[in-house]
Structures are given as structure tokens and as C-alpha cells.
């Protein structure tokens, strides 16, 4: 269960960072819905050790739905992470289009 206390940061910060890309709202909303879900599932999980509860049946069950929104993350987690990099490969490409761009401008104002 702590896997899935530590994806579920992991979820809330790619849908922080997706919030710059202009194509990753849907999936923006759906890891914070992730994230939301499993964090949820650790508050179960921890309230049933605190209240010793002893039928296996309940722990099963939530780590069934944990184990179920962890395969969705890593799903996720990869189509965020490629929707990130063509941000960053777009970020590159234009910062090392603006000294070309200047150099082409300084001859002719030089010229004039």
C-alpha cells in the first residue's frame, strides 16, 4: 500500500505539469481522480490495521481496487510522460530558433 501512496503523488504532480500542455485536460482530470481514488484506498487500508480487523475478505478488496488503479496509472504515467516531452522538444526548438533568428536580423539592421 505504500506504492500506492507514493503513485499517487506521482499522479498528482503529472496532472499539475499536464496542465501546461494544451491537449491534457481529459487526462489531467483523470489522474487527479486517480490520485483522489488512491489515496482513498490507503485511508481504508490504514483503518482496518488500526482497527485490527481480521476479515481477510476487506483487505483484499481494497488492495484488489489499488492494485487495479495502479495498472491504470502506468498506463497513464507513459501517455503523460510522452505528452511532456513534446512540450519540453517544443520548448528547445524554440529557444534555439531565437538566436538563429537574431543573427538574421543583425546584418540588416548593421546594413541600414
Given at each position: 500500500?505504500?506504492?500506492?501512496?507514493?503513485?499517487s503523488?506521482?499522479?498528482?504532480?503529472l496532472?499539475?505539469?499536464?496542465?501546461?500542455?494544451?491537449?491534457?485536460?481529459e487526462?489531467?482530470?483523470?489522474l487527479?481522480?486517480?490520485?483522489?481514488?488512491?489515496?482513498k484506498?490507503?485511508?481504508?487500508?490504514?483503518?482496518?490495521?488500526?482497527?485490527?480487523?481480521?476479515?481477510?475478505?476487506?483487505?483484499?478488496?481494497?488492495?484488489?481496487?489499488?492494485?487495479?488503479?495502479?495498472?491504470?496509472?502506468?498506463?497513464?504515467?507513459?501517455?503523460?510522460?510522452?505528452?511532456?516531452?513534446?512540450?519540453?522538444?517544443?520548448?528547445?526548438?524554440?529557444?534555439?530558433?531565437?538566436?538563429?533568428?537574431?543573427?538574421?536580423?543583425?546584418?540588416?539592421?548593421?546594413?541600414?
Amino acid at each position: 500500500m505504500q506504492k500506492a501512496l507514493g503513485e499517487s503523488a506521482e499522479s498528482r504532480k503529472l496532472a499539475i505539469s499536464l496542465k501546461a500542455v494544451e491537449y491534457g485536460g481529459e487526462l489531467t482530470e483523470q489522474l487527479l481522480q486517480n490520485s483522489g481514488k488512491l489515496e482513498k484506498l490507503y485511508e481504508s487500508y490504514i483503518d482496518l490495521k488500526n482497527r485490527k480487523v481480521t476479515d481477510n475478505t476487506l483487505y483484499q478488496t481494497t488492495l484488489d481496487s489499488a492494485t487495479a488503479q495502479l495498472k491504470w496509472f502506468e498506463k497513464a504515467k507513459a501517455a503523460a510522460k510522452s505528452l511532456l516531452s513534446g512540450l519540453t522538444r517544443k520548448n528547445k526548438a524554440k529557444a534555439k530558433a531565437k538566436p538563429a533568428a537574431a543573427e538574421k536580423q543583425q546584418p540588416n539592421t548593421a546594413a541600414a
